[in-house]
């Protein structure tokens, strides 16, 4: 099923929403409606239960390079054609990162300012070896947003997080899988198998529990070690007697696939 938007592109296969920036002619840089989009993409993908898998990715060459400079940029724009849309737009990032489903940053081209982001609050960032990286906030005057200075120092740490925000450049896919920003990279020519490879792991697993572990890592950025222990250990033993896990010690016994029904 294909939804219906003029700047992005909604995919569901199932228990996987495929979401992909579609201005390739402009390296899916965001302009007009592209924000408003994405955040009633989303909502509506973070609300349906049956999507597990969440995948971010571009249409075409690039990921997105972040903001449309050209077009904001203009001597003619207005402070207000500037802005890319309401608050409620900006929390895209803790959409992707807070939502039940598990997201994948799919990132190949230009993946910069917003894009670069967005990239960050999604729990999983695939690279393709054509990827390029660049905060790029500095460098057109801006402070940052779309949450970096939140999300990137627990992936990459502090002080690296803060060299890349206050010495912006470019950087390569290898680098980001070094710094530990990416936790693979594919040849250009595998990026699409690798990306499904993931997804078909993802999709595989039990559901529930799936669901649960991603509902553990943001418990956990909330409460102190103590408070987490508590809500996983209770999490951990309603899970323990579901039939999924029954059928995954029972399967992983007898060295066969796990049927798993979602209860």
């Known amino acids: 099923m294909t939804d219906t938007y003029q700047t992005i592109l909604v995919e569901r296969r199932g228990a996987v929403a495929i979401v992909a920036f579609n201005r390739p002619d402009k390296r899916n840089s965001i302009g007009g409606p592209m924000m408003v989009e994405l955040h009633e993409a989303l909502s509506g993908i973070a609300a349906d239960p049956k999507v597990r898998v969440l995948v971010l990715r571009g249409k075409g060459a690039?990921?997105?390079?972040?903001a449309d400079v050209k077009h904001y940029g203009g001597e003619r724009a207005a402070p207000a054609t500037r802005a890319w849309a309401g608050t409620r737009e900006f929390s895209v990032a803790v959409m992707l990162h807070e939502m039940p489903a598990v997201t994948v940053a799919a990132i190949s081209g230009a993946c910069a300012g917003a894009g670069f982001g967005w990239a960050c609050a999604c729990d999983l960032r695939i690279a393709s070896a054509t990827a390029k990286f660049n905060t790029a906030f500095l460098d057109v005057g801006v402070a940052g947003d779309m949450g970096g200075p939140w999300t990137l120092p627990r992936i990459v740490g502090a002080g690296k997080a803060r060299e890349l925000y206050f010495?912006?450049?470019?950087?390569?896919?290898?680098?980001?899988?070094?710094?530990?920003?990416?936790?693979?990279?594919?040849?250009?020519?595998?990026?699409?198998?690798?990306?499904?490879?993931?997804?078909?792991?993802?999709?595989?697993?039990?559901?529930?529990?799936?669901?649960?572990?991603?509902?553990?890592?943001?418990?956990?950025?909330?409460?102190g070690f103590a408070d987490y222990i508590a809500l996983e250990s209770e999490k951990h033993m309603r899970l323990f007697q579901s039939e999924d896990t029954t059928e995954a010690f029972k399967a992983f016994v007898e060295k066969r696939a796990p049927m798993f029904q979602g209860r």
């Open 62 to 66: 690039d990921f997105c390079p972040g």
């Open 167 to 223: 010495l912006p450049g470019k950087f390569d896919a290898s680098e980001a899988l070094r710094i530990g920003l990416v936790s693979r990279v594919a040849a250009a020519e595998d990026f699409e198998g690798e990306v499904e490879a993931v997804i078909g792991r993802l999709t595989g697993a039990a559901p529930l529990a799936l669901t649960a572990m991603k509902a553990n890592f943001l418990a956990a950025e909330k409460v």
